[in-house]
């Protein structure tokens, strides 16, 4: 066996940081778990709480406002195969969880990403804290999260919105820049306040691409919420990871086809939603400041 020169000793310091904030601030973390336990128990409730057709009818009626009866009739074909294939409770348990996850990761990555556009220092000091909650590995914010949590739903919820949310907080950030500087002069020679030139000019003229934020944020949190049901966080991660263990095929396909059919729906909505921003808006402000 090769000896090394030196060995940093990383993990014993991710151990250690992990223990001071286990011993420091465990109220905290009970607090956070509480909010989203919460959190979770309200979606869940409102998504597997009415009957199915209920609910299917729901889903089927925002796919239509975002694209028109095609999408929503897809949706219901979609939905029908996993009541079909007796995936409901679960795919509602796993939609509650992507719901949850996502909005805490827009609530807190539109506003970092919005600061980080504003100040070229934020946006530095950002990027490589970016760059490491996308390219480490998804497995690996399962373990201090459940050491902080313990297993169940927070785990799974916080790994998730630590996965998902750098594509918020990025896109927010070039969404913001590429707005045409000559509009902003226009804003500031009319005399508006920066914050109103971010409420009526940089946000509506950047909103297609947050949208592609969000779009990505919420593909990410199903690929990460079926990923959780290894520390039992409930859903279809759940059936996937049983099917593993006990090379169910049948299962697991059935919990697959679910998650995939939440994903096209999701997907279809959500990018359709960012094709219908206020484009007209967009020009007219365009138009008046020329």
Avoid: C
């Avoid at 907080?169 to 820049?177: A, M, N, S």
């Amino acid at each position: 066996m090769n000896e090394t020169l030196f060995r940093l000793p990383v993990g014993e310091w991710a151990d250690a940081f992990v223990d001071v904030l286990t011993d420091n601030l465990d109220r905290v973390f009970d607090v956070i778990g509480t909010g989203v336990d919460t959190l979770f128990d309200g979606a869940e409730l409102a998504l597997a709480g009415p009957a199915p057709w209920v609910v299917a009818l729901a889903l089927a009626a925002a796919a239509f406002f975002a694209k028109g009866w095609r999408l929503a009739l897809g949706s219901l074909v979609g939905l029908a195969v996993i009541y079909g294939v007796d995936q409901w409770e679960n795919a509602m348990s796993t939609l509650a969880l992507v719901l949850v996850a996502s909005l805490i990761a827009v609530a807190v990555g539109i506003p970092l990403g919005v600061w980080a556009a504003r100040n070229g220092h934020v946006s530095r000091a950002l990027r490589p804290v970016l760059d490491f909650m996308q390219t480490m590995p998804a497995f690996v914010y399962l373990i201090p999260a459940v050491v902080l949590f313990r297993v169940g739903v927070v785990p799974g919820v916080v790994a998730t919105i630590i996965f998902a949310m750098a594509p918020g907080v990025r896109l927010t950030e070039l969404g913001i820049r590429q707005v045409d500087s000559e509009v902003v002069e226009a804003g500031h020679a009319f005399g508006a306040t920066p914050g109103r030139i971010l409420r009526q000019i940089q946000l509506p003229l950047a909103l297609p691409t947050i949208m592609a934020g969000l779009n990505q944020v919420i593909m990410l949190a199903l690929s990460m919420v079926v990923i959780s049901g290894m520390v039992g966080a409930p859903g279809l991660g759940q059936d996937v990871v049983q099917a593993l263990q006990t090379v169910n095929i049948g299962l697991g396909v059935e919990a697959g086809l679910s998650v995939v059919i939440l994903a096209m729906i999701l997907d279809r909505v959500t990018a359709a939603l960012g094709d219908r921003a206020p484009v007209a808006k967009a020009l007219r402000v365009r138009a008046a400041s020329d």
